[in-house]
């Protein structure tokens, strides 16, 4: 394999001694919320939020004031774009059956798709707001049948008031109960159930590093979706594709944050030898380019392959949580990918478009966990639980015989037991 890296970007891991510490941390404030409920989550709200209201939730009028001060247009946005999430949650829904089917004569195999009953979706703040979070969770859950959806974002740090557009889209999207709280306490108030809400049975959404760890020590108390890290572009190009268009997908996403990898994986010697001077140039008159530079010269990389044939076996091998395929030929990675998060093909989409309102979900996994996970769907709020009847007596001993010969290989005695006496019941010949 003829790969050549153009640029390479540091390991994007966290160190060891970071990780430890984001670990402890995360795991003395759950422990604190754990022993000292309201009283703790309170205190670590004004300590990390400075936000103590008398209610952490919303009342139903506090909501339509926020969301009065929402111009008109971006309500009109709001609702856009989750028609479209909502569109298809709802076909992938569809996509989910109940099943039922006679295996053998007299047993009788089914299994049914039951939405959890209750789910804490978090949507992160700081300074992006992430209204579209709102959809790809709250909304999400709506579809899938959720009984009690709960939402929790932080205040928004440059007014020190609940963020509106978020508090709208929540809404719009279908929580029942609103709360304005962040952080690792917004995950454990969940769990444990503080400041008046239920304890939910799952919680989901992104966050930074210490709302992502919360959710991973707080796994088998709670449900969680998946583990997800600092957002990650794959963009995989030919001589189709321009400098400016692909400089400008690397850093749209490269904004999110000073730890987010963008990559350039191309067999096209042009383009791989053009995008530094692109970079600067986009760089001089972008907004965001204090985090967006940050990223791109910690974790950018450009990578120079010789076929589409290289660039799929890095791609997966780099199993990317976006990636982008702009391409003569993109159905060809559509057809033997296997590692991502979600793809985009072809020059006239990119990941923005999935990230805000294309209707597609943006919470993905990150950190090659595409190598054994999607993203959120409607599907992760559905469990798919199987049951059994037998119908017949003669299927009852015919199962019975081979459960008792196979549970006494095991030494399980109590089982053959149990196999036994529907052998001895059923199996009798009646007169």
């Known amino acids: 394999m003829a790969v050549k890296y153009i640029k390479k970007g ?8 970071d990780q430890s510490q984001t670990r402890k941390i995360v795991e ?9 409920g309201d009283q703790a989550v309170r205190e670590l709200s004004e300590k990390f939020d400075n936000w103590n209201p008398i209610s952490f939730r919303l009342s139903d009028v506090q909501i339509q004031e926020i969301i009065a001060k929402v111009p008109e247009k971006t309500i009109e946005d709001i609702k856009w774009a989750q028609a479209q999430v909502r569109r298809f949650a709802q076909i992938q829904k569809s996509a989910l059956r109940d099943i039922e089917i006679e295996t053998i004569p007299g047993v009788i195999l089914g299994h049914k798709n039951i939405p959890v009953n209750s789910v804490g979706c978090y949507v992160p703040g700081g300074r992006y707001p992430m209204v579209a979070s709102a ?9 899938a049948g959720v009984g009690k959806i709960i939402a929790c974002t932080p205040p928004d740090p440059k007014t020190g ?9 929540m809404y719009f999207g279908g929580a029942d109960e609103i709360y304005i709280l962040g952080g690792v306490q917004a995950m454990a108030a969940m769990a444990h159930g503080c400041i008046g809400m239920p304890e939910v049975d799952m919680i989901v959404g992104p966050g930074n590093q210490y709302v992502a760890e919360a959710k991973r020590q707080l796994f088998g108390k709670v449900g969680i979706d998946l583990l997800a890290g600092p957002t990650e572009t794959l963009v995989i190009a030919d001589e189709t594709m321009d400098v400016e268009m692909a400089v400008t997908d690397l850093l749209g996403q490269a904004e999110h944050g000073p730890n987010s990898p963008a990559i350039l994986l191309t067999n096209n010697v042009s383009l791989a030898n053009s995008i530094a001077a692109e970079v600067e140039k986009q760089l001089a008159v972008l907004s965001t380019a204090d985090l967006a530079r940050k990223s791109w010269e910690d974790y950018g990389e450009v990578i120079l392959a010789d076929s589409y044939e290289e660039m799929l076996a890095v791609a997966d091998e780099i199993a990317s949580e ?4 702009n391409t003569k030929n993109p159905d060809y990675f559509l057809n033997n990918m296997t590692n991502y998060g979600a793809l985009f093909l072809g020059n006239r989409t990119n990941v ?3 990230d805000k309102t294309i209707g597609t979900n943006h919470t993905l996994p990150t950190k090659k966990a595409a190598r054994f996970t999607g993203g959120l769907w409607v599907g992760k709020f559905i469990k798919t639980c199987t049951y059994q009847r037998v119908t017949t007596d003669e299927a009852s001993a015919l199962v019975g015989d081979y459960c008792s010969r196979l ?6 005695m109590g089982h053959k037991k149990q196999a036994d006496i529907r052998v001895e019941r059923y199996g009798k010949v009646k007169a």
């Open 161 to 169: 008031f609940p963020p509106s557009e978020t508090v709208a889209a």
């Open 28 to 36: 003395n404030i759950l422990l604190d919320v754990e022993q000292r």
């Open 407 to 412: 549970c006494e290989i095991e030494g399980f």
């Open 10 to 17: 540091v390991n994007f891991e966290t160190s060891a001694a």
């Open 352 to 354: 923005a478009f999935g």
């Open 322 to 325: 976006h990636v982008q395929i």
């Open 135 to 143: 959809h790809m969770s709250v909304l999400t859950a709506k579809v």
